[in-house]
Each structure stands twice: as C-alpha cells, then as structure tokens.
C-alpha cells in the first residue's frame, strides 16, 4: 500500500517546519506545497476552515478514518477528551500530541460516528484546563452530511505558480 503525504506549509512558518523536520527524522517521503497563507487562498480554508499552516494530507487506500479534535494549550493532560454528539453517548479519547496551535485527541470515526454527525446538530469537544475548569467547544453540524458527501477539495489551487 503506498502513502502519498502531502504537505501544505510556508516555509518560514515555526509549526510547518517543525512538522518538516519530524517528517524527515521518521524519514516519511512526502511532497511539499508551497501556501501563501495571508493571501487567505479558498483551497486552504476548504481544508482548514482557521486558514492556519501548516496541512498535512495523507491519502491511501486505508478505509480507517480518524476524527481529529484540536484544544487550547494549557488543557490537562491526564483526564484526555471527551466527544459529545447533541445529547448522546460521550466518547472519550487521550490526547495524542500537543503542537504550537493546541492539544490533539483522535477518534475512531467509525461508520456509526459519521453517521450521528450526519444526523445530528452539535458536536461538543470537551477537556480540562490547568486550573481544573471544563474547556466545551460546541460546534455546529448543520452542513457536516452535505460537506462529507461532497466533493474533495482539489488542491491544484494552493500549488505555486509555476515560473
């Protein structure tokens, strides 16, 4: 199975180049993609709704998903995350990595998961700050079924021109 890993960062960017550098540690071929990010290009937007680089797109043929959730810094560590889909269920997961823009938990997003979001209207990710306080970002899920059913974004755009 070939990994095809594309990465779309500014060069002069601290968090892209730290990804660049732990891409080349681990020896992880992958392909760069030059972003003028001030420049607000829709592609990247259409990735990263924040507009923030840098972007690392892995595609294969793996029918594994993840739900990939982000925290402010500052979050406690130990008690992990939790993943509240309107009134359901929490799911609950450990933070994976923290990086210069926030804390990271993963999700298995199985086909019973995509299929709630889908359904449902709001997506509460939860964790704890330092003080021992609840962080709750809800965010909405109106547009979640047509945005995964539709089309993928066509990166050709975020490529530079070429000379």
Same mark, same amino acid.
């Given at each position: 199975?070939?990994?095809?890993?594309?990465?779309?960062?500014? =060069?002069?960017?601290?968090?892209?180049?730290?990804?660049?550098?732990?891409?080349?540690?681990?020896?992880?071929?992958?392909?760069?993609?030059?972003?003028?990010?001030?420049?607000?290009?829709?592609?990247?937007?259409?990735?990263?709704?924040?507009?923030?680089?840098?972007?690392?797109?892995?595609?294969?043929?793996?029918?594994?998903?993840?739900?990939?959730?982000?925290? =402010?810094?500052?979050?406690?560590?130990?008690?992990?995350?939790?993943?509240?889909?309107?009134?359901?269920?929490?799911?609950?997961?450990?933070?994976?990595?923290?990086?210069?823009?926030?804390?990271?938990?993963?999700?298995?997003?199985?086909?019973?998961?995509?299929?709630?979001?889908?359904?449902?209207?709001?997506?509460?990710?939860?964790?704890?700050?330092?003080?021992?306080?609840?962080?709750?970002?809800?965010?909405?899920?109106?547009?979640?079924?047509?945005?995964?059913?539709?089309?993928?974004?066509?990166?050709? =755009?975020?490529?530079?021109?070429?000379?």
């Amino acid at each position: 199975m070939t990994l095809k890993r594309t990465l779309h960062h500014f =060069p002069l960017d601290p968090a892209s180049r730290q990804v660049r550098l732990a891409l080349g540690e681990k020896r992880l071929p992958f392909t760069e993609v030059q972003v003028r990010y001030w420049e607000r290009p829709k592609a990247l937007t259409e990735m990263n709704p924040s507009g923030l680089l840098p972007v690392l797109i892995e595609a294969d043929g793996d029918a594994r998903k993840l739900l990939r959730v982000t925290l =402010p810094l500052g979050v406690s560590l130990r008690p992990g995350t939790r993943v509240v889909i309107d009134n359901g269920q929490p799911m609950t997961a450990p933070y994976v990595i923290c990086v210069p823009n926030g804390c990271v938990a993963d999700y298995e997003a199985s086909g019973d998961l995509i299929a709630k979001m889908k359904a449902g209207q709001r997506i509460h990710v939860q964790g704890i700050n330092g003080s021992g306080q609840p962080v709750s970002l809800q965010l909405p899920l109106t547009d979640f079924a047509k945005s995964y059913d539709g089309p993928a974004t066509d990166p050709k =755009p975020l490529e530079p021109p070429k000379p």
